[in-house]
């Protein structure tokens, strides 16, 4: 079982440059999210969706885009990279929101902006 | 005054010891409460959850809620090496996707 999968694992990139993040998921979710985590805090959302075609903004949207164009995938693009994104990065995705339905997480991307 | 607190310990304890781990949150809305488990180098997992205050049951763990004080725990019996994790509180309102987090407790159990 995949699961939730994430690539790239690790990445560094230079201030002002641009990436996607990949996100994809085999339990035929509807709802996908993405958060970061920063040293110190926990989760933030950054955007999340209820299905294909319809994304909303979470708590911390800014410097971040979202598309979801399938079902299963849901990338999240970095434009014009800050120091302020170096983060972990979380891709999730539930059947349901997040009241009552468990959420599953994938194993993380590692990002540095320097 | 964060949504969300958590002591982000960390906290070590002996193999076999009870773990009382708290937050306390400030928002009267959240209804849903979460406990999560990470591992190092790994995404969270949901260990618990409970809608409301009470308690709920599972194994070894036992959660807590009291609306009233604002304030849930999460207490692992016969702690074991492999529960060394950090542990993250997590809470929603009602239809709300947007799950709050404290910042997480790092709990070391020694053999």
């Known amino acids: 079982n995949a699961g939730v999968t994430q690539t790239p694992k690790f990445r560094i990139l230079k201030i002002g440059q641009s990436m996607t993040l990949q996100c994809t998921q085999d339990m035929n979710h509807n709802y996908m999210y993405w958060y970061r985590q920063d040293p110190g805090m926990g989760l933030k959302l950054i955007y999340y969706?209820?299905?294909?075609?319809?994304?909303d903004k979470g708590e911390v949207p800014n410097g971040y885009n979202v598309s979801r164009s399938t079902t299963e995938d849901f990338p999240l693009r970095l434009e014009l990279a800050a120091p302020s994104q170096t983060s972990v990065y979380f891709c999730?995705?539930?059947?349901?929101?997040?009241?009552?339905?468990?959420?599953?997480f994938g194993e993380g991307s590692w990002l540095t902006v320097v | 005054q964060k949504e969300v607190e958590q002591d982000p310990g960390p906290l070590s304890v002996p193999e076999g010891a009870i773990v009382s781990l708290n937050c306390t949150y400030s928002n009267s809305a959240f209804q849903y409460f979460m406990w999560y488990r990470q591992y190092s180098r790994k995404g969270p997992e949901l260990l618990m959850y409970?809608?409301?205050?009470g308690n709920k049951e599972d194994g070894r763990f036992t959660a807590q809620v009291d609306k009233s004080s604002k304030y849930i725990s999460l207490f692992i019996r016969d702690s074991q090496p492999s529960d060394s994790a950090t542990y993250l509180c997590?809470?929603?309102?009602?239809?709300?996707?947007?799950?709050?987090f404290g910042a997480g407790t790092r709990l070391t159990v020694k053999p």
């Open positions: 997590a809470m929603s309102a009602d239809n709300n996707n947007d799950m709050r």
């Open positions: 999730a995705s539930s059947y349901g929101g997040v009241s009552g339905n468990t959420i599953y």
């Open positions: 969706s209820v299905g294909a075609g319809i994304t």
């Open positions: 409970t809608y409301s205050s």
